[in-house]
């Protein structure tokens, strides 16, 4: 009896796991559409696409590898993942190492969104005006999903969650001072491959994403409860059955 118990939950764990990771990557497909649209706007990628879009424009004109902006997300993910490690060092927990599943995945959703958002009709300024807010929306609600899943964090937050546990700066600072350091490097490699600022890729919509997105996503987060029910449901055909058998004897 012990034993049947040990693998039932054993197999609800699993069927739990599976099923956290199913709505993380809804989550993220959600978050890489608010990306690719504020890309599209021309007024200024969201801060972690910042550097990974210039280097893609690099490696259009030859000076970089030929990657595309999810590609070069996932090497700047790895780069993150890496500076976790060097941060935390023998605090830095193995599990975090998922992140670069999570990195990975992210970048290859980026790229689909991408592709399906190129045909964006966005030729004026007010339509790129409202591609860039909903974009930053967009994202906004795609990471509060992604908060609720509580799966390993993404590496552009284990930076400043490394450097708040270590230095005891709050989150919220630690936060701020990367998002700065990743638009910096974006600006310098503008400078650096096409010896000007690329305003296309860091400008208004950019400083408006770091204003935006995180006070969007505090004032969705209250409304999407629901997500915790459909977070703890639990997908199985025996269930269904169950269910249905249970409805048809309590109508007999």
Same mark, same amino acid.
């Given at each position: 009896?012990?034993?049947?118990?040990?693998?039932?939950?054993?197999?609800?764990?699993?069927?739990?796991?599976?099923?956290?990771?199913?709505?993380?990557?809804?989550?993220?497909?959600?978050?890489?559409?608010?990306?690719?649209?504020?890309?599209?706007?021309?007024?200024?990628?969201?801060?972690?696409?910042?550097?990974?879009?210039?280097?893609?424009?690099?490696?259009?004109?030859?000076?970089?590898?030929?990657?595309?902006?999810?590609?070069?997300?996932?090497?700047?993910?790895?780069?993150?993942?890496?500076?976790?490690?060097?941060?935390?060092?023998?605090?830095?927990?193995?599990?975090?190492?998922?992140?670069?599943?999570?990195?990975?995945?992210?970048? =290859? *959703?980026?790229?689909?969104?991408?592709?399906? /958002?190129?045909?964006?009709? %966005?030729?004026?300024?007010? !339509?790129?005006? $409202?591609?860039?807010?909903?974009?930053?929306?967009?994202?906004?609600?795609?990471?509060?999903?992604?908060?609720?899943?509580?799966?390993?964090?993404?590496?552009?937050?284990?930076?400043?969650?490394?450097?708040?546990?270590?230095?005891?700066?709050?989150?919220?600072?630690?936060?701020?001072?990367?998002?700065?350091?990743?638009?910096?490097?974006?600006?310098?490699?503008?400078?650096?491959?096409?010896?000007? =600022? *690329?305003?296309?890729?860091?400008?208004?919509? /950019?400083?408006?994403?770091? %204003?935006?997105?995180?006070? !969007?996503?505090? $004032?969705?987060?209250?409304?999407?409860?629901?997500?915790?029910?459909?977070?703890?449901?639990?997908?199985?055909?025996?269930?269904?059955?169950?269910?249905?058998?249970?409805?048809?004897?309590?109508?007999?």
């Amino acid at each position: 009896m012990d034993i049947e118990i040990s693998a039932n939950t054993r197999k609800d764990r699993i069927i739990g796991f599976l099923w956290q990771h199913i709505l993380l990557i809804i989550s993220l497909y959600i978050m890489t559409l608010g990306v690719a649209i504020c890309v599209r706007s021309s007024l200024g990628s969201s801060v972690i696409s910042t550097a990974p879009y210039v280097l893609e424009l690099a490696g259009s004109q030859n000076y970089v590898p030929a990657l595309t902006i999810g590609e070069w997300t996932y090497v700047m993910n790895v780069a993150l993942v890496a500076l976790q490690i060097a941060i935390l060092r023998r605090r830095f927990e193995p599990v975090q190492l998922f992140q670069l599943v999570i990195g990975f995945l992210f970048g =290859w *959703l980026l790229d689909l969104n991408m592709a399906a /958002t190129a045909s964006l009709p %966005l030729d004026t300024l007010a !339509a790129k005006i $409202a591609a860039q807010a909903i974009g930053c929306t967009v994202l906004a609600i795609g990471i509060a999903f992604e908060i609720r899943c509580g799966s390993v964090t993404m590496p552009g937050e284990g930076v400043p969650a490394a450097i708040s546990r270590i230095s005891g700066i709050p989150f919220a600072k630690a936060k701020i001072a990367v998002d700065i350091s990743l638009v910096t490097i974006a600006v310098a490699l503008g400078y650096l491959y096409f010896g000007t =600022w *690329l305003w296309n890729v860091v400008g208004f919509g /950019t400083l408006f994403a770091m %204003l935006y997105v995180g006070m !969007a996503v505090k $004032a969705i987060a209250p409304h999407i409860a629901w997500f915790d029910r459909i977070l703890c449901y639990r997908p199985g055909f025996r269930r269904y059955i169950y269910g249905l058998a249970r409805t048809i004897s309590r109508n007999r």
